[in-house]
């Protein structure tokens, strides 16, 4: 499978740069898979695809103010995306500009500092890890051309957001009110929660030729016991589940490989049995990356294809901020 499968022309323009005032306003393109056929509905009608006995899982993965700017000694801004600490003031980082070199100073409010201490690496002089993440602000996809604002710290995260590590948002999720969740819960169905630290696996460029020798990179994920419960509750009546996202769905496939815990590089691409999730709820992704192949395999490439060229010519809103589909 060559990665120029996996591309597609989409107009800038229908990039979201801001969310929508009421999370539940976004639009919602279901594919039906058995049937072959698109409908165009809006989030609100969500809940009624849920049905007694069905599952829906969420990924509870709150995003870390990891994006820091700070200034080199010369003046010059230097911006860090924190990928994940090391130990308590060591962390993995991506730099920008590339051409600072190993050992030099970065200045940051207070006297915080920083040293790039190896390729993608800055030590931190600190207090705790608190102060440092104290400084950064809200990191919001490259695609979005504009700063932080302050409704980004509430409309990035999700409603039900509990556990800090993520360093980008699990977006499928962001669609979900407090309204709507009642709602699905009084309709007698369950919800259940994974947690996976979006890091930069999920992000991570696709450059081998051949998708299928690209290496996914490792994320921290974890399925409680009471989720485990819910899920094994779910396929003993015949329920359906649901994931909310590409990282539910990656959790919920790895934890049917006996893994409950740990680290997850699980690379769904086409050809994959899925062998848990029964329907996905997702945003629309960027072209050539693993979400957009991960959609490709649940939906089908031909069907993935018609659903995307029909968002596109009706205007739907795109990536992080944007509109969603419901894969059935």
Do not use: W
């Not at 990928?83 to 100073?105: M, N, Q, Y």
């Amino acid at each position: 499978m060559k990665l120029s499968d996996f591309d597609y022309n989409l107009p800038k323009e229908l990039i979201a740069q801001y969310p929508l005032k009421d999370r539940a306003d976004a639009r919602l393109l279901v594919l039906n898979r058995s049937k072959g056929t698109i409908e165009h509905l809006s989030f609100r009608d969500f809940p009624g695809f849920l049905k007694k006995d069905d599952l829906l899982v969420l990924n509870d993965s709150k995003v870390l103010s990891c994006r820091l700017i700070g200034k080199r000694k010369t003046g010059g801004k230097v911006e860090l995306l924190l990928l994940g600490s090391k130990s308590e003031l060591v962390f993995d980082a991506l730099v920008k500009p590339a051409r600072i070199k190993i050992g030099e100073k970065v200045y940051f409010g207070g006297n915080v500092s920083a040293v790039l201490s190896a390729k993608n690496e800055v030590t931190f002089q600190a207090k705790d890890k608190e102060e440092v993440y104290s400084l950064g602000v809200m990191p919001l996809p490259p695609y979005i051309k504009r700063e932080p604002e302050e409704q980004d710290y509430d409309y990035y995260q999700t409603v039900y957001a509990r556990h800090k590590g993520s360093i980008a948002s699990p977006t499928a999720g962001l669609h979900f009110t407090p309204l709507i969740l009642k709602e699905i819960k009084e309709k007698g169905i369950n919800l259940a929660y994974v947690t996976l630290h979006v890091g930069y696996a999920t992000f991570k460029p696709v450059k081998a030729d051949d998708i299928t020798k690209h290496a996914m990179g490792k994320e921290p994920f974890v399925i409680n016991k009471e989720t485990e419960k819910s899920i094994e509750e779910a396929r003993s009546k015949k329920g359906k589940i649901f994931a909310v996202g590409t990282t539910s769905c990656r959790s919920l496939e790895t934890y049917a490989s006996g893994i409950k815990e740990g680290y997850t590089d699980l690379f769904i691409y086409p050809g994959y049995k899925f062998k848990i999730v029964d329907h996905l709820l997702t945003n629309f992704h960027l072209p050539k990356t693993t979400l957009f192949v991960l959609v490709c395999a649940f939906a089908g490439e031909k069907l993935a294809r018609k659903a995307y060229s029909e968002a596109i010519d009706k205007k739907y809103r795109f990536y992080s901020y944007g509109d969603a589909m419901l894969i059935i």
